[in-house]
């Protein structure tokens, strides 16, 4: 307990700042994967090529990797982003790019007597599509939303390694003053765990709300 | 009078599979046809080719006069644009054998979709048509149980009073009752009885129960691999076939000289 | 700004180096995971309540936190306890601990997997639990799960950058020395991004050749 009275309010600081990281990358990832995951079901070819190449780039390498890229090497094609935008960023991007495969498989699981449905109702594609087939999906897409949620937030603590002074970088400059390791990481850890818990917690309400507004 | 059918030569395949072998049909406004065949012969085909979810690879395919896959753009024919089949599509409407309702709407909302949406009704008149719909089958009280909660029989009904409450000028019926219990079966025939008898609307209903399309149809026309073998009143096909394949379906399912 | 590719090509070798020490750090890594992962997996089904929640909540705690902050923690923390690692094996010891607690829930879906049946089928024989459990249900629950353990030795490849952070030489890391040393990052950091695609995409294929004979053989 002593711990988290001597290092909990800079620790809050940082905390604050991982919070605020990870909800404006989970608004982009939001985005991200709605348009990746649809544009990878798009009549047109070149769409659903350029969406398969930004899921699977952002999948296929790590995530370090690309939050050095973005904020190393796009100043050297005059793109110069600071480390907070470079970071929120990539991990929008990233996350983005696991949601676009959740959006892709929750609408192909829509059954096909659906589109049938809506179109013999004469219902124009947009109208099926925001109507009829995402609120099903959505469904569906919540528990691993959920579980990509907490994988953003654990990786927005690689932001510290590109000096934003999140939660993680915090107790970097902490140890260094201190020297007290253990507790401090200690209750970092603690911090995100319990992050984490209001996540999942936060998910599971909007399941069920979800559920009981339209059962089956 | 023009017919508001009107299918010549078409030819429907998926893949490898030709389903549809060169249809020709006509129905004038008004007539109660039913569909007979084997399973696999192409009657839902046929169905889905009017209700345009598929088109055909060949043929020519009209409603009302109107081929929906293609139109007349500066004298000349085009491929029509999502308007145009849009204003096609909206003279048909089909209940499909596994009803397809809307899983995250209430029955009531389910009917009023499309008539807030599509035909973009007032609230109050379009809440006003559904719940008449849904009296008219029998589910005044059912307005607002979600589709999970209702039976088979029940989510037919929804789904009937939804097709119909868009007022088409077609009906289209695709085996709606052989996903049902047998003792659901009869109320939905008894209702597709009164909705042909008052003769306002064209209907092409696909079945298996013959003495229904004995009974309230003014038309049978029996399919076997992908052709129309008989076409006539149902009186001729079922007790004086003309051919072999129509007296061998007709017996297997009556029974000889039923 | 163009691509350099003579600069790109000879940074080439020492990014081949360091591409072993990320494989060997995967690998080990990994064994420690499928290893650990077992144990969790076991120690969550235990028939000792106080053993069973412990796991399951260690093994929520693992997941639910930061890789990098667990490897910190590690670190930093075992020298004070007298366990005296590189910064190599601290790094597979935090990446085994860390995938050990996916790795135990995917062991767990296919403990889930085996029917009653074959649990009663032992009781029947009479055979003790550790005998059931060793030759009867674990060689009939891993087959099934190879392929999504697999995935996590993908997902585990992905994430050795992370070592660099206690200063291990692993791909990135050398990648930024390079850059930093020369003044061009564009070459180093874009070639690590292509190796870690190539080498998971290739992976990934060949995980799903892997589905597809596991379902063939399950089939059989």
């Known amino acids: 307990m002593n711990a988290i009275n001597n290092f909990g309010p800079p620790l809050l600081g940082g905390l604050a700042v991982t919070i605020g990281i990870t909800l404006a990358a989970a608004v982009l990832a939001v985005v991200a994967a709605l348009g990746g995951g649809l544009a990878r079901l798009s009549y047109y070819r070149v769409v659903r090529w350029t969406a398969a190449v930004y899921v699977e780039v952002f999948r296929g390498t790590s995530t370090l990797v690309q939050l050095f890229w973005f904020y190393f090497v796009l100043p050297f094609f005059g793109i110069n982003l600071s480390a907070l935008a470079a970071g929120i960023l990539v991990l929008g991007l990233n996350t983005g790019a696991y949601g676009a495969e959740v959006v892709r498989g929750a609408i192909v699981a829509v059954p096909r007597g659906q589109y049938d449905a809506a179109a013999a109702l004469n219902m124009s594609r947009l109208q099926t599509l925001y109507r009829i087939v995402l609120p099903q999906a959505a469904l569906a897409m919540l528990p691993p939303a959920g579980n990509l949620m907490i994988e953003l937030l654990k990786n927005s603590a690689l932001v510290s390694l590109i000096t934003i002074t999140e939660l993680t970088f915090t107790a970097q400059l902490l140890r260094s003053e201190t020297l007290r390791s253990a507790e401090i990481f200690a209750v970092v850890l603690l911090f995100y765990f319990l992050v984490a818990l209001c996540i999942t917690g936060a998910f599971r309400l909007a399941e069920g709300k979800l559920k009981k507004s339209a059962p089956g | 009078m023009n017919p508001i059918i009107r299918l010549r030569g078409v030819h429907k395949a998926y893949g490898e599979l030709a389903v549809l072998r060169g249809i020709d049909l006509e129905v004038p406004a008004g007539q109660t046809v039913s569909v007979i065949g084997p399973s696999g012969s192409g009657k839902s085909t046929l169905l889905r080719l009017l209700m345009t979810l598929d088109r055909p690879d060949q043929g020519v395919l009209e409603i009302d006069g109107e081929s929906p896959w293609t139109m007349e753009k500066n004298g000349s024919q085009q491929p029509a644009d999502e308007r145009h089949l849009r204003q096609v599509r909206g003279k048909v409407g089909m209940v499909f054998q596994h009803f397809n309702l809307f899983p995250h709407m209430s029955a009531l909302h389910n009917v009023m979709e499309a008539l807030l949406r599509v035909l973009r009704l007032p609230r109050t008149e379009a809440e006003a048509r559904a719940r008449e719909r849904l009296s008219a089958v029998g589910l005044a009280d059912k307005a607002d149980a979600y589709p999970a909660h209702l039976s088979g029989g029940q989510k037919q009904r929804v789904a009937i009073a939804r097709a119909l409450a868009m007022q088409p000028k077609v009906m289209l019926f695709d085996e709606i009752t052989s996903a049902l219990d047998p003792e659901l079966v009869g109320g939905i025939l008894a209702l597709l009885h009164e909705m042909s008898s008052k003769r306002t609307m064209t209907m092409v209903i696909v079945t298996h129960h013959m003495r229904f399309a004995e009974s309230c149809s003014d038309r049978v026309v029996f399919f076997d691999e992908g052709v129309i073998v008989e076409d006539g009143a149902p009186k001729a096909i079922f007790h004086e076939p003309r051919h072999e394949r129509t007296r061998r379906f007709v017996d297997a399912i009556l029974g000889p000289e039923a | ?220």
């Not at chain 3, 030759?135 to 030795?153: D, E, F, M």
């Not at chain 3, 990052?185 to 294929?205: H, K, Q």
Request: aromatic share 12%; with cysteine.
């Open chain 3, 1 to 220: 700004m163009i691509f350099d590719w003579q600069f790109a090509w000879d940074t080439l070798p020492k990014l081949m180096a360091a591409l072993k020490v990320t494989v060997a750090a995967t690998v080990l890594g990994m064994a420690v995971a499928l290893a650990l992962g077992l144990a969790l997996a076991l120690a969550r089904r235990s028939r000792l309540q106080w053993l069973s929640w412990s796991t399951a909540g260690f093994i929520e705690f693992v997941r639910s936190t930061p890789l990098l902050v667990q490897i910190y923690f590690l670190f930093y923390i075992l020298p004070g306890l007298g366990i005296e690692l590189s910064a190599f094996a601290t790094g597979v010891v935090a990446l085994g601990l860390h995938y050990a607690a996916y790795c135990s829930e995917v062991y767990r879906a296919g403990f889930d997997g085996i029917p009653r049946g074959q649990w009663e089928a032992a009781s029947a024989l009479n055979l003790s639990r550790y005998h059931t459990i060793g030759r009867i249900i674990i060689p009939q629950a891993i087959p099934p799960v190879v392929p999504a353990l697999g995935n996590y030795l993908v997902a585990m490849f992905k994430d050795t950058p992370m070592l660099s952070a206690i200063t291990v030489l692993e791909l990135l890391q050398t990648g930024k020395v390079v850059g930093a040393e020369t003044f061009r990052y564009l070459e180093p950091l874009t070639l690590v991004g292509a190796l870690f695609l190539v080498l998971s995409l290739i992976s990934a294929a060949g995980i799903r050749g892997l589905e597809r004979r596991l379902q063939k053989w399950v089939a059989q």
